[in-house]
């Protein structure tokens, strides 16, 4: 049972335009949510958060918005560079609910392309 | 400072052998984690440490896996005896208890079963 969702396993967008991806979660203790980026051959290293009492959150380039009465979460990337080509995760935790983890349940993926 | 450390980067091994994947985490992290990649699965969590003691091992396959952190600077996941499903890639990743739970990942470790 897939408590983290990203329906979509690929995204192919022109440089200097918006890239969004999705992602859908079921579990409505999640109140902490993340986005990883991968490269090849690398970890995944962490891009940008947010906690549920926010519905948005901003870092530049990137911005995360959240709707938790929909139980999704997007990622937009203005404007997309071709660096940005990777793969996205998206993650959750119930890190402050009562009995709360530190526990990250990841989505599966989506590979973002950006074309110069 | 460096990242999480992990080896080796590489490992193939022949079924039914013993596998150790190690783990050196970021200092003054003191939470650790094991997750394993496939693409059937995707990123999988094993298992995860607070102050070096095992909190949920809920996501270890079998009893052919096992996990150690002995101290705050070194972790173990051992395979025993390996076989060719248990080829993916291992991640270890650790982060502050206290605070975001922002991960921070090593390189992984690629493991083929033959």
């Known amino acids: 049972d897939q408590q983290v969702k990203q329906n979509s396993p690929s995204l192919s967008v022109q440089e200097g335009r918006i890239s969004i991806l999705n992602c859908d979660y079921t579990?409505?203790?999640?109140?902490?949510f993340l986005w990883y980026k991968k490269y090849p051959a690398e970890g995944p290293t962490f891009l940008i958060s947010?906690?549920?009492?926010?519905d948005k959150n901003e870092d530049g380039r990137f911005t995360v918005f959240l709707n938790k009465s929909a139980k999704h979460l997007s990622l937009h990337i203005v404007p997309s560079q071709p660096g940005d080509s990777a793969v996205y995760f998206c993650?959750?935790?119930?890190?402050?609910?009562?009995?709360?983890?530190?526990?990250?349940?990841f989505g599966k993926g989506m590979k973002l392309t950006v074309n110069p | 400072d460096a990242g999480v450390i992990q080896s080796p980067r590489h490992e193939v091994t022949e079924m039914g052998q013993e596998v150790t994947l190690r783990c050196k985490p970021i200092?003054?992290?003191?939470?650790l984690f094991w997750y394993r990649q496939t693409m059937m699965r995707g990123l999988e969590l094993l298992i995860y440490?607070?102050?070096?003691?095992?909190?949920?091992d809920s996501g270890m396959p079998e009893d052919r896996f096992s996990a150690k952190m002995p101290n705050a600077s070194f972790s173990t996941l051992k395979i025993q005896p390996s076989e060719p499903r248990d080829s993916a890639v291992y991640f270890c990743?650790?982060?502050?208890?206290?605070?975001?739970?922002?991960?921070?990942f090593g390189p992984g470790t690629r493991l083929t079963v033959t």
């Open positions: 990743a650790s982060s502050r208890i206290q605070g975001m739970s922002e991960q921070y």
């Open positions: 200092s003054g992290h003191n939470s």
């Open positions: 440490f607070n102050n070096n003691v095992p909190i949920d």
């Open positions: 993650a959750a935790s119930a890190k402050w609910t009562q009995g709360g983890s530190e526990k990250l349940v």
């Open positions: 579990n409505s203790m999640f109140d902490y």
């Open positions: 947010i906690s549920s009492i926010k």
